[in-house]
């Protein structure tokens, strides 16, 4: 896919009679669940997110810094938290198409 299709995007083909077939590419990914959506200031929680629109190669930062993704698929993503500030953190997951998705770990 070419780095400049947009999030939520459809591929349409055209045959030269005029029947089509299309298909959503780069979708928006939704989270539906989270595991262990809380943990301890010194990081290294094992943190698990399930949804839909995940793909291999995605990125997850908590608030603002990298964890460290150890496996995702298309329906979940699973990673070691940083260190960080006690109390509620952004978190924003990042396919490689450039599409996110935003929710909140708490840090305790």
Same mark, same amino acid.
């Given at each position: 896919?070419? +780095?400049? &299709? $947009?999030?939520?995007?459809?591929?349409?083909?055209?045959?030269?009679?005029?029947? !089509?077939? @299309?298909?959503?590419?780069?979708?928006?990914? &939704?989270? /539906? $669940? @989270?595991?262990?959506?809380? %943990?301890? &200031? /010194?990081?290294?929680?094992?943190?698990?997110?399930?949804?839909?629109?995940?793909?291999?190669?995605?990125?997850? /930062?908590?608030?603002?810094?990298?964890?460290?993704?150890?496996?995702?698929?298309?329906?979940?993503?699973?990673?070691? #938290?940083? +260190? %960080?500030?006690?109390?509620? $953190? +952004? =978190? =924003?997951?990042?396919? +490689?198409?450039?599409? @996110? =998705? /935003?929710?909140? !770990? #708490?840090?305790?």
């Amino acid at each position: 896919m070419p +780095p400049s &299709v $947009s999030c939520a995007s459809t591929l349409r083909v055209t045959n030269p009679d005029g029947s !089509f077939a @299309q298909t959503a590419i780069n979708p928006i990914p &939704v989270i /539906t $669940s @989270q595991t262990n959506a809380s %943990g301890p &200031v /010194t990081g290294n929680t094992t943190y698990v997110v399930i949804g839909q629109g995940f793909a291999p190669g995605m990125t997850m /930062t908590i608030g603002g810094n990298a964890a460290n993704v150890l496996a995702g698929g298309a329906t979940s993503i699973v990673a070691l #938290t940083p +260190p %960080g500030v006690l109390g509620p $953190s +952004p =978190v =924003v997951i990042t396919t +490689p198409g450039g599409c @996110q =998705v /935003t929710t909140t !770990f #708490t840090y305790l």
